[in-house]
């Protein structure tokens, strides 16, 4: 039996570790130069001084790393890297692009552990040059020891918190952070918290970072809503409410993060079924509780059906791989299955806290008629609502309209936030909306790579 | 030894070992990659992850290319790309 494993992140790594273990040949393809997903992006090639000073979290996925690299001299590994993939099909044939060249190849069965998605957050001036997202800036940090400068960080979320305390390490604190929740939001959050030990982990590692911003001196600027970028050269001013009043702040950089969401697009080019979570504002795929699809042998793995976090990622990828086995007749897993699913719900308790504590904002999902919503296309709330105003039954037609969602990201940052228009206007459910139909290849390929597949090497 | 390098249009661009093309024009300074389709507006990387298209670049001649997916190398030709960067190639 031969298995593909696409994506090279927590959930990815240790699926492959629990397939190998028993003796199945998986084949993991990762679209970055390294394994370890963005959350533990590049650690394989930073100091032990330099992964320390980005803190405990990153460290952590040196083990995970470490069981990969000696796994991978053996047998039944084989790690592709720089492959991205463009197409999965319904019988699990896989196809992959590194270098303009592409490969094919069929398998008895696929885990997709695609990830996550840094939630849009359309306004004014969001598509000017050296506005980037948070994750983008510790990519910078992870890659090329950058921290951006004098920036300011527009958002919330735990990745928010935790990238301006990495920019503070980095002797680069950032000019302010503009946040958009606020004191009710946490009141509304404390009644979600739930006193074991996990949650309680979590909830100290979130005070210790407040607590480094504070000594640092890092502004905090809570509550705040309306927010417009004007870029001009290098300079950006910000300009933003905060109960009533009108303020702004000048950076050179900035960061931008409404928390993530799963990264759809593999899942929703198979014709998985989907489903809204309005707390999460997101569509996420229908699996069952060990990431099952209606698809034999096809599952999902990792924040790509829930956002959880990295160790529930990597609990999740386990699960997902044993499930594949019970299913392929290795009844021995089904123990270690169940195992593996009750530490799995440990943390998912601290989930809703959070969730409520960091709710994407209403203003994400009805910007002004002004702003841009497809970032390729460059189209505005305005024509999308307009559309609809006219006749525009869905998303899916709406490109048709106005070609939202039709350019090279094939609907990744735009597509929530048209769901959630167009439901707006109609009335209806995001549920009933339905999503963008996604259509393979879900990365732009040339006819030319496509007419001259190469040899698997 | 001397720093690796490559030219960003007229301009040398150094770089270390792992830097994406695109890492290493944001530490050089360099955050305007291509000009949009539709609006003919500068544009620059935003997730640094594949996923958004927007550090799309002319590397060696090829139009299209994500700066945040490619590592940058000694001696590539990288250029912005324009609006019609496609049919001035074609």
């Not at chain 1, 640092?216 to 001013?237: P, Q, T």
């Not at chain 1, 409410?241 to 960061?255: F, H, N, P, R, Y």
């Not at chain 1, 296309?377 to 024509?383: L, P, W």
């Not at chain 2, 949009?36 to 060696?60: E, N, S, Y």
Request: aromatic share 8%; proline share 4%.
């Amino acid at each position: 039996m031969r298995v593909a494993v696409i994506g090279a992140g927590p959930a990815g790594i240790s699926a492959s570790l629990a397939l190998i273990a028993r003796n199945v040949h998986v084949t993991m393809l990762d679209e970055q130069p390294s394994a370890g997903g963005q959350i533990y992006r590049n650690l394989g090639n930073v100091s032990r001084k330099n992964a320390r000073s980005l803190g405990s979290d990153y460290v952590k996925g040196q083990s995970l790393l470490k069981q990969l690299e000696q796994a991978n001299d053996k047998f039944f590994l084989t790690l592709i890297s720089q492959a991205s993939v463009w197409s999965v099909t319904e019988e699990k044939e896989v196809s992959w692009s590194i270098d303009n060249k592409s490969y094919c190849q069929k398998f008895d069965a696929v885990i997709l552990a695609t990830g996550s998605l840094e939630r849009s957050m359309p306004l004014d001036g969001w598509t000017n040059p050296g506005v980037m997202t948070v994750g983008a800036a510790q990519i910078l940090i992870k890659t090329a020891r950058y921290s951006p400068p004098s920036s300011v960080l527009v958002g919330s979320g735990p990745l928010f918190y935790l990238v301006a305390c990495q920019m503070l390490e980095m002797g680069n604190p950032p000019k302010a952070l503009l946040e958009t929740q606020n004191n009710s939001d946490l009141l509304k959050a404390f009644i979600h918290l739930r006193p074991n030990l996990t949650s309680l982990l979590y909830l100290a590692k979130g005070l210790v970072m407040l607590a480094k911003l504070r000594i640092a001196g890092v502004k905090r600027i809570k509550a705040v809503s309306d927010v417009r970028i004007k870029s001009a050269d290098k300079a950006h001013i910000i300009e933003f409410s905060k109960a009533g009043t009108k303020s702004q702040i000048e950076a050179e950089t900035v960061l931008l993060h409404a928390g993530v969401h799963p990264n759809i697009q593999i899942t929703q080019a198979l014709r998985l079924k989907h489903d809204w979570n309005q707390e999460n504002q997101c569509f996420e795929p229908r699996t069952d509780k060990f990431g099952r699809t209606s698809l034999n042998n096809i599952f999902v793995a990792g924040d790509g059906i829930k956002i959880l976090g990295a160790d529930a990622a990597k609990i999740s990828g386990k699960c997902a791989a044993l499930a594949l086995l019970v299913d392929n007749g290795f009844a021995k897993a089904k123990a270690d299955l169940s195992r593996a699913y009750r530490v799995h719900q440990k943390y998912v308790q601290i989930r809703k806290f959070l969730d409520v504590l960091y709710a994407p904002k209403d203003w994400y999902s009805c910007p002004p008629n002004n702003i841009i919503i497809c970032r390729c296309e460059e189209v505005i709330a305005g024509k999308i609502r307009e559309a609809v105003k006219i006749g525009c039954l869905g998303p899916n037609q709406l490109k048709a309209y106005s070609r939202c969602g039709m350019g090279n990201c094939q609907g990744r940052y735009c597509g929530n936030i048209v769901v959630n228009l167009i439901s707006q206007i109609v009335g209806q459910t995001p549920q009933e909306t339905g999503y963008f139909r996604i259509r393979q290849p879900i990365k732009p390929v040339t006819l030319s790579e496509i007419a001259n597949f190469q040899e698997l090497p | 030894m001397p720093k690796s390098f490559f030219y960003f249009d007229e301009k040398k661009i150094y770089f270390e070992q792992d830097m994406s093309v695109a890492a290493a024009l944001l530490c050089a300074g360099v955050t305007d990659f291509r000009q949009t389709q539709v609006l003919h507006k500068p544009r620059g990387p935003f997730c640094m992850m594949g996923a958004c298209f927007d550090c799309l670049l002319v590397i060696d001649g090829m139009v299209n290319q994500q700066g945040c997916m490619r590592l940058a190398k000694e001696g590539i030709k990288v250029k912005r790309q324009t609006s019609n960067a496609l049919s001035e190639i074609n």
